[in-house]
């Protein structure tokens, strides 16, 4: 069945690092989203990714869909301790079935 | 005015017991979900249910039971609770497929 594979766990970063997280699927996606879950709170939607190659920036964070569509990624530059929390990729196959990643815990020291 | 609102937020229960948590959403949106999210944070979905019609239905132990009285509620009892059910429940909704709103979490202790 469909895997998405999401690394790393966990990601330890210093404060104005910057720092990328990977989301690979075992299939073709037809699109694939971002959330973010901060400590204590529910995972919130950041953005969709729809067009092989597309790329989408939101301020410091860059995401984007592979050529395949079948792996993206999320860079943050000149990370800030609000940028803490878990990132999940989730990705629709053709038969609109979603699954998340496992999740990047990102923990930011100042 | 919360789009997707579950009750209740904490609950904390001995082995054995039966409980519920409810979902309502006002996004009007036709599609809901039931997610579990253990302590690596890994997000389950559980249950996934259409205008009323179940179309999810993962591995899950028949101690759970989802109940969608209609498109805006879906509520999901437990039976006989196990100190392995401990873990934060999310309900979601969802338009066709698309964007998923997640409810705030409730986090579920069984002792």
């Known amino acids: 069945g469909q895997q998405v594979m999401q690394i790393p766990q966990y990601q330890h970063v210093q404060e104005g690092e910057d720092f990328t997280t990977y989301c690979n699927s075992s299939?073709?996606?037809?699109?694939i989203q971002w959330y973010k879950q901060r400590p204590g709170g529910h995972p919130v939607f950041l953005i969709q990714?729809?067009?092989?190659?597309e790329v989408k920036k939101q301020k410091r964070l860059t995401f984007q869909f592979g050529e395949a569509k079948k792996n993206s990624s999320l860079h943050i530059t000149a990370t800030q301790t609000t940028d803490v929390g878990t990132y999940f990729c989730?990705?629709?196959?053709?038969?609109?079935?979603?699954?998340f990643g496992a999740g990047t815990q990102v923990v930011v020291t100042p | 005015d919360t789009a997707v609102s579950q009750t209740p937020k904490y609950l904390v229960t001995q082995m054995g017991n039966d409980k519920s948590i409810k979902c309502e959403q006002n996004?009007?949106?036709?599609?809901m979900y039931w997610y579990k999210q253990d302590s690596k944070k890994f997000l389950k979905i559980m249950f996934s249910?259409?205008?009323?019609?179940?179309?999810i239905n993962e591995t899950v132990p028949n101690r759970f039971s989802p109940k969608s009285p209609d498109k805006a509620h879906l509520n999901l009892h437990i039976n006989s609770l196990e100190l392995g059910d401990s873990a934060v429940y999310f309900c979601?909704?969802?338009?066709?497929?698309?964007?998923?709103?997640f409810g705030e979490g409730s986090w579920l202790t069984v002792v």
């Open positions: 979601a909704s969802s338009q066709r497929g698309n964007t998923i709103y």
């Open positions: 299939t073709t996606l037809s699109n």
């Open positions: 990714l729809v067009k092989s190659g």
């Open positions: 989730a990705g629709y196959n053709s038969w609109g079935k979603l699954q």
């Open positions: 996004l009007g949106h036709d599609t």
């Open positions: 249910y259409n205008n009323k019609e179940l179309i």
